[in-house]
């Protein structure tokens, strides 16, 4: 089993990241679901349980090699068009239980919901899982792929709920082994409180003004003294730049490697 994971040619992360709160932000085709995927991948390899909450249907590609008989991840895909398992709104509690139970990784596809059976399912599933890793904690990292939908700043009915438990979720989680990744287009729509317990950013190519705030904030409230502005600028398409001033203790731009399955996002 690896003790460390090579995301860049210059940056290592020991294993441990699993637990950690990291955040992929960036604009559409930055590469910021691209690093995520490339990251659960080492994790995958290295032995680790990861699960990643998809709205968008593109994690299945961890299945996926890029060419044929190359690199693929045991890896269970509930739901969307080509899941192994069908899912309900209804069945976040048991697959919860599911992949606790078994210690799969595993895919929840949620793509093919409407966004009130999302916000049902995705609720039902954190507060189950949390609960159940409460019980018997283990390591397990989650990936949550656009995740201002289910861990918004401005929440409005079910999304209140649902904000509810994610926030706990995220806020305590790490005391039984939960880590995970927000990963996110629209970082100022992400509920502020969840975003800056990331101690990890991971910041791709960001065009908009109120993205790029949400950045500076961000750096701002980790006492980063970058100049986080100029830097957004110089960014180039795979090309992080990544600020960890208490678990990496290092501020670098650097070149997410190759993934080995498929981008099924590009």
């Known amino acids: 089993m690896a003790k460390t994971l090579k995301l860049a040619a210059d940056l290592t992360l020991p ?63 509930f739901g969307g068009l080509y899941g192994d398992l069908p899912l309900t709104p209804a069945s976040g509690a048991l697959v919860a239980d599911l992949v606790c139970d078994r210690g799969l990784s595993f895919v929840l596809d949620v793509s093919q919901f409407i966004p009130s059976e999302q916000q049902k399912f995705v609720r039902e599933f954190a507060d189950r899982f949390f609960h159940r890793k409460k019980s018997a904690p283990s390591a397990v990292h989650l990936f949550l ?95 992080p730049h990544v600020e960890s001033p208490t678990f990496l203790k290092l501020s670098k731009t650097v070149r997410i490697l190759p993934r080995v399955t498929a981008d099924l996002s590009s």
């Open 145 to 239: 792929e656009e995740c201002q939908e289910f861990i918004p700043e401005n929440p409005s009915g079910a999304e209140a709920m649902t904000l509810g438990v994610m926030q706990r979720l995220w806020k305590l989680g790490r005391n039984f082994g939960i880590g995970g990744s927000l990963i996110s287009q629209r970082p100022q729509e992400i509920a502020k409180k969840a975003l800056n317990m990331s101690g990890t950013l991971f910041a791709f190519q960001m065009t908009g003004p109120q993205e790029r705030k949400a950045i500076r904030a961000w750096v701002a409230d980790h006492g980063v003294s970058v100049d986080i502005e100029s830097v957004l600028q110089r960014l180039e398409v795979g090309q």
């Open 15 to 77: 294993l441990n990241v699993v637990t950690e709160k990291l955040a992929f932000l960036g604009r559409t085709g930055s590469g910021k679901s691209y690093g995520a995927m490339k990251l659960a991948e080492l994790m995958l390899a290295a032995g680790a349980q990861v699960g990643s909450i998809d709205p968008v249907g593109v994690w299945r590609a961890l299945r996926v090699p890029v060419a044929k008989g190359g690199t693929s991840y045991d890896v269970v895909v």
